[in-house]
């Protein structure tokens, strides 16, 4: 039996797509006169940045108003564990109504990142400072069970976990600064419809 509600994720997507655009075009407007020494300093010391250096935050917020509120707050902090490794976790919230119900989702997250070409201009004379990388993400999710209206869910909350894989581009915006476009696939879906085959994901990180 199928839930009677089902969250639009593909609105969610195009909202985010829209604030990440926004933010970016603001981010690259102070990093234009940036040189390349500046943007790449990692590749360029043969040491070890600092760790207050390797740590990096971001993450992503959608914001949706009209017939369906939508918004989401998915914050993260990480950590460089090697140059082409990084590890990141953070909270996730979500508040969605329509004309019929409303719902909060929320949990937590964890993530790594492997860094395949951390350069694509090094390679391919593309312009730019574009990386590619491989990701694997687990989500813990709390849902509220009258709002999934299965039979055999529990009452009150109930705990929903996911793991998702796939790869993403990142490309630099600034020295710290990254906009990230992320195509992942939920490798257990639960059938509640959390996510979209493939999920789109964008965030920010700096």
């Known amino acids: 039996m199928a839930p009677t509600n089902k969250i639009p994720?593909?609105?969610?997507?195009?909202?985010?797509?829209?604030t990440c655009i926004l933010v970016s075009i603001s981010f690259s407007i102070i990093s234009a006169q940036k040189t390349k020494e500046d943007i790449f300093p990692?590749?360029?010391?043969?040491?070890?940045?600092?760790?207050?250096?390797?740590?990096?935050?971001?993450?992503?917020?959608?914001?949706?108003?009209?017939?369906?509120?939508?918004i989401q707050v998915s914050p993260v902090v990480?950590?460089?564990?090697?140059?082409?490794?990084?590890?990141?976790a953070g909270p996730t919230y979500r508040f969605y109504k329509d004309a019929q119900d409303k719902t909060s989702i929320y949990g937590g997250r964890g993530y790594m990142q492997f860094v395949v070409i951390q350069?694509?201009?090094?390679?391919?004379?593309?312009?730019?400072?574009?990386g590619?990388?491989?990701?694997?993400?687990?989500?813990?999710?709390?849902?509220?069970?009258?709002?999934?209206?299965?039979?055999?869910?529990?009452?009150?909350?109930?705990?929903?976990?996911?793991?998702?894989?796939?790869?993403?581009?990142?490309?630099?915006?600034?020295?710290?600064?990254?906009?990230?476009f992320m195509v992942l696939w939920p490798l257990n879906d639960p059938m509640y419809n959390l996510y979209s085959k493939p999920e789109i994901k964008i965030s920010l990180t700096f």
């Not at 990692?42 to 935050?57: G, H, I, M, S, T």
């Not at 990480?78 to 990141?88: D, E, Q, S, T």
């Not at 201009?121 to 312009?127: A, D, E, K, N």
Request: proline letters at 6%.
């Open 132 to 180: 590619l990388f491989l990701h694997v993400e687990d989500e813990l999710l709390s849902l509220k069970a009258n709002f999934w209206k299965y039979p055999y869910n529990p009452p009150g909350r109930f705990f929903v976990n996911t793991v998702l894989a796939g790869g993403g581009i990142s490309q630099q915006i600034g020295r710290r600064a990254s906009l990230n």
């Open 42 to 70: 990692y590749d360029q010391k043969e040491q070890a940045p600092p760790v207050k250096e390797r740590l990096f935050y971001g993450g992503s917020f959608g914001l949706m108003f009209g017939s369906i509120t939508d």
């Open 119 to 130: 350069d694509l201009s090094r390679i391919i004379p593309v312009g730019g400072h574009t």
């Open 9 to 18: 994720i593909s609105h969610r997507s195009r909202t985010i797509l829209l």
């Open 78 to 88: 990480g950590f460089w564990v090697l140059p082409r490794i990084a590890i990141a």
